[in-house]
């Protein structure tokens, strides 16, 4: 291929019908939602903005339906709980696996989503909120599926520094906040959905950042920064804004830990404005930006333009299993009984997630780490359960610098974090919280490398 050929902008393009619905999720006021070891109360006392679901329904003209669910929570403590609401879908519309993603946004000022804490405040809750969350999943896909028509998905990236890395180091004492030493991924992805009169029909933004906004200190149901986020594009657009939460282990926003709704919003309206700006110059839902030819000028020029962009209809979906080491946990038998005898509140928080984090692995030596991965015409997306670093998405799109790569993390499951081996001698959160043993990320971002080469060169088995 001559260098002329690779002279444009790295989007991505998807023929295929769509579907799109939004539901409303907002748990009920007196549910346990303790999602910070330090806060002081069990249960939210009011309602800062709805969460909400969304569904994003693909239908290749020549292949299987693809349903992309995102909703405003928090993590799955207990694997039975999201495997339970997963398996509730695929059964209802009778899908394989590989056709689902369910994502969460990741904020940290929702409800609990973990059957186990029924003996906590609120948690009676629980369960029935678990039970109307498939019903609203079930009643989301339908009107999705109701609603197709005829459309293009196009890609385009951007840039927001909302988030910065949050591995400071004070006094050789690692904390989660804001390092102004160190730079962080500010890669913004946005999607653009069309009908076949180019009409703008919804908008996604694909973005790494802890909703951290809200914290200890905060006693509101909120989808924290995602929500004003959201707002902030609707209002302009007047169409659907679906989040997507990326590769974010790493990455948080410099103003976080805060009770006021005002910091938080703020956070939201500058990811929202970033959208926007990004949105700005992609008035062509269907062109690409490429070089053209030279002009001598006063000076020799480089002169680009416009031209027609012939958008995929290719699909394909797949499951990558990557098997990676667990480190030596405890019984969870020892972790239970410590938890029963510590009188520490804030200790008896973090014991009851490690209880619940090891009863869900059991014996077992090595994690299989499922990887959906989908090529969605000229773009690849990429989802898994874990909190991994940004240096997943970094390296990985950076491997395939000519195709449109969305990240995912905290999709279909959740177990813990994937650091960076170098981080494994430090005594540090995302280290001593994560089950994993060192170098599983880095595992899991060459076999991600392998399994994108694998569905681009169209074999179909991903070992």
């Avoid at 050929?5 to 295929?16: I, P, Q, V």
């Avoid at 309602?47 to 003209?61: N, S, V």
């Avoid at 080469?453 to 088995?461: F, P, S």
Wanted: with cysteine; charged share 20%; proline share 5%.
């Amino acid at each position: 291929m001559k260098q002329k050929e690779l002279l444009k902008e790295t989007t991505g393009s998807l023929l295929a019908q769509f579907g799109l619905s939004q539901c409303d999720i907002t748990p009920p006021i007196g549910i346990y939602s303790r999602n910070w070891g330090a806060a002081a109360f069990d249960q939210a006392t009011a309602i800062h903005q709805p969460l909400l679901m969304h569904c994003l329904y693909m239908q290749p003209d020549d292949g299987l339906p693809a349903i992309l669910l995102t909703a405003d929570l928090g993590w799955w403590k207990n694997a039975a709980d999201e495997q339970n609401l997963r398996l509730a879908l695929l059964s209802h519309f009778d899908l394989e696996e590989s056709q689902l993603i369910f994502a969460l946004s990741h904020t940290h000022a929702g409800p609990s989503i973990c059957s186990a804490d029924v003996g906590q405040p609120g948690g009676e809750l629980i369960s029935p909120y678990l039970e109307f969350l498939k019903q609203q999943a079930i009643s989301c896909v339908e009107m999705a599926q109701s609603g197709l028509f005829n459309g293009s998905l196009t890609w385009s990236y951007g840039v927001c520094d909302l988030a910065s890395n949050r591995d400071l180091e004070v006094d050789s004492q690692y904390l989660i906040g804001y390092n102004p030493l160190k730079e962080a991924d500010t890669t913004l992805l946005v999607g653009r959905l069309y009908d076949k009169t180019e009409s703008l029909k919804a908008v996604i933004c694909n973005y790494a950042c802890h909703p951290t906004s809200f914290a200890h200190e905060n006693d509101l149901i909120s989808p924290d920064f995602v929500g004003e986020m959201r707002n902030t594009v609707e209002r302009v657009l007047a169409v659907p804004c679906l989040f997507l939460q990326g590769a974010s282990g790493d990455l948080a926003p410099r103003r976080q830990y805060v009770k006021d709704p005002a910091l938080v919003e703020a956070n939201g309206r500058q990811l929202g404005y970033a959208v926007l700006a990004t949105l700005a110059q992609e008035v062509h839902g269907n062109k690409n930006w490429v070089f053209k030819e030279p002009l001598i000028s006063g000076a020799p020029l480089a002169c680009w333009g416009f031209q027609e962009q012939i958008a995929s209809a290719d699909f394909k979906q797949n499951i990558l299993s990557v098997s990676v080491p667990y480190k030596k946990l405890p019984r969870p038998e020892a972790i239970l009984e410590e938890y029963e005898n510590c009188t520490d509140r804030v200790m008896k928080d973090r014991l009851w997630r490690k209880y619940n984090t090891c009863k869900s692995i059991g014996d077992q030596q090595e994690a299989i780490i499922p990887v959906w991965i989908w090529k969605m015409g000229d773009a690849v997306l990429v989802a898994q359960a874990n909190e991994a670093y940004s240096c997943y998405q970094t390296e990985v799109r950076a491997e395939f610098p000519d195709y449109t790569i969305v990240f995912i993390n905290i999709a279909n499951g959740y177990v813990g974090y994937l650091a960076p081996k170098e981080l494994y001698d430090q005594n540090i959160y995302a280290v001593w919280q994560s089950p994993y043993a060192s170098g599983s990320l880095e595992i899991l971002i060459e076999q991600t490398k392998l399994g994108i080469q694998t569905l681009l060169t169209d074999e179909t088995r991903l070992d």
